[in-house]
């Protein structure tokens, strides 16, 4: 009988092959035709360089940011030093003062020219302070004397209603000296009248725009220490007060704090010269 090839007896010699003198048989695995493992590495080869770059920009990222971080502290930190021994200059961190009995009171306002009720309590309170303390050498106004607009000269009747009729009432206030100086509101009008007035009125102490108080010790017996006060004009840093419409503009340009010889070296000057004191 004759087969046909396409239907020839089963044959495990087409499957297995022994190895002569081995125990083991190794099996014949047909070809299938099919693709899949080759699919999923060419994938994975392809997914590899992208990995590196993301790698690559990460990495780029952080040595920026690290980077970033070592110039920026390197222009901060010399600037911090600068700053820092300017500081040191102008006030030291340590200073050795020697004990004293001897003190100075004085007393501080602002806001405060309204000629209204409110102003009249604190003036009590004021006094009432004084007296329980025993003594106060004089007072400091740190500016808007004269609400709402200032004066128009010297002999304006608001300094007698808001200044002379508040103070004058009192058994000490009476006696102490004024050292004032300029608030935004004292700018309107005629600021230089309230320096004027002074000229008038001599516990009305404003010399000029700014200027320094020093009490010295080797001429004041109850004193065993030396302090300076100083009275700046801050309204001409304030670049707003020149557009409100109602600072005195001759006086506002006038004062220019940075001009040569201006307010602000002599404010540098006084901190340098007080400092070597």
């Known amino acids: 009988m004759s087969t046909n090839n396409n239907n020839k007896p089963f044959n495990s010699s087409n499957y297995y092959r022994k190895f002569s003198n081995n125990d083991h048989f190794e099996m014949k695995q047909p070809f299938t035709g099919s693709s899949t493992s080759t699919n999923n590495n060419n994938n994975n080869n392809q997914s590899l360089p992208l990995l590196k770059r993301k790698s690559a920009i990460f990495t780029c990222f952080i040595l920026f940011f690290f980077f970033s971080i070592l110039l920026l502290l390197s222009i901060l930190l010399p600037l911090t030093l600068l700053n820092n021994s300017k500081n040191e200059q102008y006030f030291p961190k340590q200073v050795s003062y020697t004990p004293s009995n001897h003190s100075i009171h004085f007393l501080v306002i602002g806001d405060w020219g309204r000629a209204n009720q409110e102003q009249r309590n604190v003036a009590n309170a004021m006094n009432n302070f004084c007296k329980n303390i025993k003594t106060c050498n004089f007072l400091i106004s740190t500016g808007d004397n004269i609400y709402d607009n200032g004066v128009v000269n010297e002999y304006d009747k608001q300094f007698k209603d808001k ?20 608030g935004n ?12 007035y002074g000229k008038i009125n001599l516990k009305w102490k404003f010399p000029s725009p700014y200027y320094e108080l020093f009490l010295d010790s080797t001429t004041n017996p109850n004193l065993s220490f030396n302090i300076s006060f100083l009275f700046t004009d801050t309204i001409p840093y304030v670049e707003k007060y020149a557009t409100d419409g109602k600072t005195n503009l001759t006086a506002y340009h006038l004062q220019n704090p940075f001009k040569e010889n201006g307010q602000y070296q002599w404010l540098q000057n006084k901190l340098e010269e007080n400092y070597k004191k």
């Open 163 to 182: 200044f002379e009729d508040i103070y004058y009432q009192y058994d000490i206030l009476k006696d102490l000296n004024f050292y004032t100086i300029f």
């Open 185 to 196: 509101h004292d700018y309107r009008t005629n600021p230089m009248a309230q320096i004027e």
